[in-house]
Structure formats: C-alpha cells, structure tokens
C-alpha cells in the first residue's frame, strides 16, 4: 500500500465532515492483526480525551500539520499537565512514543493535519479507568 497525498486529502475531507473532526484509516493487514496502525486525520477543535494505554507504548509520526501532544501525571483521578510536545513535519520534532500507562491527549494546530499512530496488540476500546476525567 502506498500512503498518497490524495489518501490524506480524502482523509481530511472526511475529518471535517465529522462531527468529532477527526478520521481515521487502519492500515493493518486484516482485522486478524496483532497490532494497530492506523492514520488519523485531526482537525482543530477535536476533542480527544485525555487517556492513556496501560499494555502498549504508542508511537506517533505527523505526516502533515501540526499537533501539540500533551502529557499528565494522574493523582487520585486528577490530572496536571506536565509536559507538552509540539510536532511538525519539518519541525525539531517528528514523533514520539509515549510509554505504556503515560497519560496524554493531543491538540492539532492546523486544518489538514495527519497523524500515523501504532499500538501493540489488538484494538481493545478504553475503560472509564483509562480516561482521566
């Protein structure tokens, strides 16, 4: 498979059409995949929850765009932010992996961002006790 401009043009388009302003394509090879690789089309003003991934690190790559990754620290069901990460395709920062259990969240900063994400293991949704609330 080859990732094009016109995939992530058509992502976008779908991103802005959604009511969470963001989209996104699996890249695995069947649902039978051990593990997540998808892209994800993020337009400013998505809401992504602040969450984290207790078994898997996951690994983030900006296509296009620019997004501003967000790292917390959880006490007793709180968080504060600790730390933040921005990334840009031609920027200082082109991805990072966030370890297993970090809680974070992202912000994109422009119209047409495009992220690749990947993750160990089979798809499995997120508890009430992995989003921080």
Do not use: C
Not at 2 to 18: C, G, P, V, Y
């Amino acid at each position: 498979m080859r990732i094009t401009q016109t995939l992530l043009d058509q992502l976008t388009e779908q991103a802005k059409a959604s009511p969470r302003l963001r989209m996104n394509y699996d890249l695995r090879n069947s649902a039978e995949d051990g593990s997540q690789r998808m892209l994800n089309a993020i337009e400013p003003g998505s809401v992504v929850p602040i969450h984290r991934h207790r078994d898997s690190s996951e690994t983030v790559v900006i296509l296009r765009g620019r997004i501003v990754e967000e790292f917390y620290d959880a006490v007793q069901g709180a968080g504060s932010k600790v730390q933040e990460i921005e990334l840009s395709p031609n920027g200082e920062v082109v991805a990072v992996n966030i370890p297993a259990g970090q809680w974070h969240t992202l912000r994109s900063l422009v119209s047409g961002t495009v992220i690749m994400e990947m993750k160990n293991g089979k798809y499995e949704p997120l508890t009430d006790a992995d989003i921080l609330r």
